[in-house]
């Protein structure tokens, strides 16, 4: 049994907040390793000033690139519809049903590392988006598949979204003040 990391987001571009959050939960939860899962179409963003999927998912993989315990995940990019959270988590559930399915999903996902039923999924979150999770598509099913790991954005405690079966963690670490949307704006 290991903790599995996953760490969604819409990376427009990832950041080096992005990269010591992950960085920090992992060593903080002792996470085998953390995938970063580019969403395709995100379904709370419009699409203005969104770069293309392929473009976002080539940005995380260079990030990445050379750390050990990070890994990236295309499940989301090749989608053609709104990736909703529930519906990734399902699959990757799915991929821990049974051996068989394992490999399948294994070969479909692109898991390389063998994930037993067992494992334990992670899914970090920014302090932000967690206040808002009582909105996201089946959070209370979400819940029940995930344990968040929040990672601190805003300078006040967190404020807990309404949603029932909720396992959370704090990332203790310093927050960073950087976002996809300054970058965006420094470099128009
Ligand atoms: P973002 O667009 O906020 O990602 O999306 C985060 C995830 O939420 C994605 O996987 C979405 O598919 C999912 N989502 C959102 C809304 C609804 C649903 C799903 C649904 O299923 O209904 P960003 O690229 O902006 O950031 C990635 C993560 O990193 C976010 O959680 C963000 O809050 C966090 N983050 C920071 N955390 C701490 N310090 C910083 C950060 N910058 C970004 N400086």
Request: hydrophobic share 40%.
């Amino acid at each position: 049994m290991v903790n599995i990391g996953l760490f969604g987001g819409t990376f427009n571009p990832i950041h080096i907040g992005h990269l010591k959050m992950a960085e920090a939960a992992r060593k903080e939860y002792k996470l085998s390793c953390v995938y970063f899962i580019p969403c395709g179409i995100p379904p709370h963003k419009q699409k203005k000033d969104l770069m293309p999927a392929k473009k976002r998912y080539e940005l995380v993989k260079k990030a990445i690139k050379g750390k050990k315990y990070f890994k990236i995940l295309d499940i989301e990019i090749k989608k053609k519809k709104p990736c909703y959270t529930i519906d990734t988590i399902m699959s990757l559930r799915g991929a821990l049903a049974t051996k068989q399915s394992r490999v399948n999903s294994r070969k479909m996902i692109g898991i390389a590392s063998p994930l037993a039923r067992n494992d334990i999924l992670f899914f970090l979150i920014g302090q932000d988006e967690f206040e808002k999770l009582h909105m996201w598509d089946k959070a209370n099913q979400l819940a029940k598949l995930v344990t968040f790991l929040v990672l601190p954005r805003l300078s006040r405690k967190i404020k807990l979204p309404k949603v029932k079966n909720l396992k959370w963690f704090k990332v203790h670490t310093k927050s960073i003040n950087v976002s996809s949307t300054k970058i965006r704006e420094r470099t128009k």
